[in-house]
T-cell receptor
Framework: KAGVTQTPRYLIKTRGQQVTLSCSPISGHRSVSWYQQTPGQGLQFLFEYFSETQRNKGNFPGRFSGRQFSNSRSEMNVSTLELGDSALYLC????????????FGQGTRLTVV | SQQGEEDPQALSIQEGENATMNCSYKTSINNLQWYRQNSGRGLVHLILIRSNEREKHSGRLRVTLDTSKKSSSLLITASRAADTASYFCATDDPGGGADGLTFGKGTHLIIQP
């Protein structure tokens, strides 16, 4: 069974630009969650999608958005990038959501310069 | 929001020794999960323990949960160099997942050969 796939693995963007990250969950998993990991703040929850609907959202500004497609693949978008958005962005898929085991991808390392 | 806090922040032991990490959290949970992360890569799911369980084993891993003390421990027996990684506990939100999984800052484990 293929794991969670995130693309791209690395990105370098300039302040003010926007970026789209992609996540393909494990086959059969309907829940996709996104997390931001930084040395200072650790792992922080961005949002969760379940069957194409945003079910939960963390405490991030509106510049952070996402969506989920009918095949459960998910994308997250960050607009008007700031230096502080530099982080490892992790996607997790699970069958039923927060109460079940979550499987993470390798992450996308975003550097904003 | 509740947060798991791992203790110690860093642990260095000799190969073959046992490693114990602790996690404390603040409010009630449905389950608690432990993850491993190698050097800024994705998180690997280790064990999920439900609030009505007290102990769980998986290979060289043993997890205990004490809901009265709101704490959990992860024991790795007969440690190996490959166990060098950061270990995180994560708790869910019984209120419905609005906060996603809440992670602690992690314990950085170093196994010396």
């Amino acid at each position: 069974k293929a794991g969670v796939t995130q693309t791209p693995r690395y990105l370098i963007k300039t302040r003010g630009q926007q970026v789209t990250l992609s996540c393909s969950p494990i086959s059969g998993h309907r829940s996709v969650s996104w997390y931001q990991q930084t040395p200072g703040q650790g792992l922080q929850f961005l949002f969760e999608y379940f069957s194409e609907t945003q079910r939960n959202k963390g405490n991030f500004p509106g510049r952070f958005s996402g969506r989920q497609f009918s095949n459960s693949r998910s994308e997250m978008n960050v607009s008007t990038l700031e230096l502080g958005d530099s982080a490892l962005y992790l996607c997790a898929s699970s069958y039923g959501g927060m109460n079940t085991e979550a499987f993470f991808g390798q992450g996308t390392r975003l550097t904003v310069v | 929001s509740q947060q798991g806090e791992e203790d110690p922040q860093a642990l260095s032991i000799q190969e073959g020794e046992n490693a114990t990490m602790n996690c404390s959290y603040k409010t009630s949970i449905n389950n608690l999960q432990w993850y491993r992360q190698n050097s800024g890569r994705g998180l690997v799911h280790l064990i999920l323990i439900r609030s009505n369980e007290r102990e769980k084993h998986s290979g060289r891993l043993r997890v205990t949960l004490d809901t009265s003390k709101k704490s959990s421990s992860l024991l790795i027996t007969a440690s190996r160099a490959a166990d060098t990684a950061s270990y995180f506990c994560a708790t869910d939100d019984p209120g419905g997942g609005a906060d996603g999984l809440t992670f602690g800052k992690g314990t950085h484990l170093i196994i010396q050969p």
